[in-house]
């Protein structure tokens, strides 16, 4: 068991029939359920969606197994939770989400709802997706309360129309909404606690309007404060890698890597290594696996550094904090 975590390793996407989804997935993938699919799952620890190991020796075993078996040694020795603490997700957004916000830590506590609160973020890919991303400058609680009774939330709201590569981090308590045309990469808090306040006056897929949690929602969202825009970073060259630190918080940090020889880990924790756009290989001391576009891979803390090699590579690198 030990030798088998010292390489990469890869697992079954769990998928998530949602009404605005899409089947833009169909691209790179060739066991979509039918319908609107509007998330893979691709690394969570979930009961609404569990990843599995998809092949060698840790075949058949779920993300919670491994945590419980060999918490630091998947994770990192700084790790003593019990849960895997990143939710990785692939977007497809065919239609707009709801307007939505999360907790923070507190507020998911203190409320009941989960064990942590939930800070995101999105890296986009393809142009001409839509989102919402903060309320607009003088936008106060009580002037997006009488928003939602008047069914004009959208105009409170800033909209983004997004170009490929854009990157929006979104800490809890962020309105938000995601619109059509997104395709994305999410790394967030894995926690599965979303606040609606507004849904656009359309019903699910079982015909009835999704549950709102208007009460929530105003008590969560932070009027102060809100982060809106995508994050400007330069990219820095090194040794023909081009590094980029997209997101860098008390949960995560994510990096934008381009290059056809690229590596990262070795500092004690576990790496997500998103693959992005061309096929590749990913490797460690003790072994390798190949990389699929628009898929999602695992190093395990204890294997130390590994190297991604192909023809212009694009890779999100995300560690937990």
Known sequence: MHDALLQPLAFTPAYQSIVWGGRRLEQWRDDLPEGPIGESWELADQDRG???VASGALA???LRDLVKDHPRELVGEFFIGDEFPLLIKIIDANDRLSVQVHPDDALATSFGVAERGKTECWYMLGDGGELFQGCKDGVTKGK????????TVEETLNHFVTQDGDF?????????ALGRGCLLFEVQQSCDCTFRVYDWGRVGLDGKPRELHVEESLKTINFDE???GPVQMDAIEIEGVERKVLADCPYFTVEELKGDAISGGGNGRCSIVMNLDAPGALKTESGSIA???MATYVVPAIAGQWTASGNGLRILHSQPV
């Open 168 to 176: 929006f981090f979104m800490p809890a308590r962020t309105i938000h």
């Open 291 to 293: 990389m699929s576009p």
């Open 144 to 151: 997006f309360a009488a928003a939602i009774e008047n069914q």
């Open 226 to 228: 809100q982060t809106s």
């Open 50 to 52: 569990m990843s599995v």
């Open 60 to 62: 058949g075993k779920t």
